[in-house]
C-alpha cells in the first residue's frame, strides 16, 4: 500500500457545486497533515491545515479521521478558480521520518 | 508570495553533469526541505536541513547531497546526473521540522531542471 493515497481524478464539477475529495494514509508516525494547491507549473500553495477536530476556511473544510487513516477536503459553492490539483501530505512528528506527499487530486470546475 | 526564493529558475544539463540548486528560506524559518516534482507526480521528499544539519532522507541515492548555512539558506548538489533526474525541484522552508500544525511549509517557485 502506498504511504499516501489519492484519487488522481479528474474531478470534473460544474460550477456552484460541491465536491470532496479523500486522501488516505499508512504511516501511523503522521502527526500532522496539511492540503496544499498546486496550479499547472507553479509550485505548491498551502490551502490548510487539518486539525484533529476538523477545521473551516470560508468555503474549506477539512477533517482527519485518524482511526481510518483518512484526511478529507470538502469544498462548498466551487469557483472556476478553485480548478488545480489539491495535494495532500503527511508530515511526521518524528523529526527524523520522511515527509510524504499524495501525487495529488486534479479538480476542473466547469463554467 | 512566500519568500523563500530559489536559483536559477531554469537549467538544462547533459548526462553526467553536476547541479546546484539554491534556496533561500523565509524570514525566521530554520528549516529547509528538498523535493523532487516529475510531471504528473507529486513532489518527493529528498531531504531536509534542520540548523545546518540533515534531519531525515527520502529514498534518493548519495549522489544527491545538500548543505544549510548558518543564515538557514541551502543547496542542492546532484552528482552525475541522470535523465530521470529532469523535474521541478521545490524547497520548502517551515519554523521548524517535526509534525506540528505550526510547522507548515512554503515552497518557493522550484527550479526546473532537464537533463539531455
Known amino acids: 500500500r502506498k504511504e499516501v493515497e489519492q484519487d488522481p481524478g479528474p474531478f470534473n464539477v460544474p460550477e456552484g457545486a460541491t465536491v470532496a475529495f479523500n486522501c488516505t494514509y499508512s504511516?501511523?508516525?503522521?502527526?500532522?497533515f496539511f492540503w496544499y494547491r498546486q496550479d499547472c507549473r507553479k509550485e505548491p500553495k498551502l490551502l490548510m491545515s487539518v486539525y484533529s477536530s476538523g477545521n473551516e476556511d470560508g468555503r474549506f473544510t477539512a477533517q482527519l479521521n485518524r482511526a481510518s487513516q483518512y484526511i478529507s477536503l470538502l469544498i462548498r459553492d466551487s469557483k472556476l478558480s478553485d480548478s488545480a490539483t489539491y495535494l495532500c501530505?503527511?508530515?511526521?512528528?518524528?523529526?527524523?521520518?520522511?515527509?510524504?506527499f499524495g501525487k495529488g487530486t486534479r479538480l476542473h470546475i466547469l463554467p | 508570495e512566500t519568500g523563500v526564493t530559489q536559483s536559477p529558475t531554469h537549467l538544462i544539463k547533459t548526462r553526467g553533469q553536476q547541479v546546484t540548486l539554491r534556496c533561500s528560506s523565509q524570514s525566521g524559518h530554520n528549516t529547509v526541505s528538498w523535493y523532487q516534482q516529475a510531471l504528473g507526480q507529486g513532489p518527493q521528499f529528498i531531504f531536509q536541513?534542520?540548523?545546518?544539519?540533515?534531519?531525515g532522507r527520502g529514498n534518493f541515492p548519495p549522489r544527491f547531497s545538500g548543505l544549510q548555512f548558518p543564515n538557514y539558506s541551502s543547496e542542492l548538489n546532484v552528482n552525475a546526473l541522470e535523465l530521470d533526474d529532469s523535474a521541478l525541484y521545490l524547497c520548502?522552508?517551515?519554523?521548524?521540522?517535526?509534525?506540528?500544525?505550526?510547522?507548515?511549509?512554503?515552497f518557493g517557485p522550484g527550479t526546473r531542471l532537464t537533463v539531455l
Open positions: 501530505v503527511g508530515v511526521p512528528m518524528n523529526r527524523d521520518d520522511k515527509i510524504i
Open positions: 504511516n501511523s508516525a503522521s502527526q500532522s
Open positions: 520548502a522552508s517551515s519554523l521548524g521540522p517535526g509534525g506540528s500544525v505550526n510547522n507548515e511549509q512554503f
Open positions: 536541513y534542520y540548523r545546518e544539519e540533515e534531519n
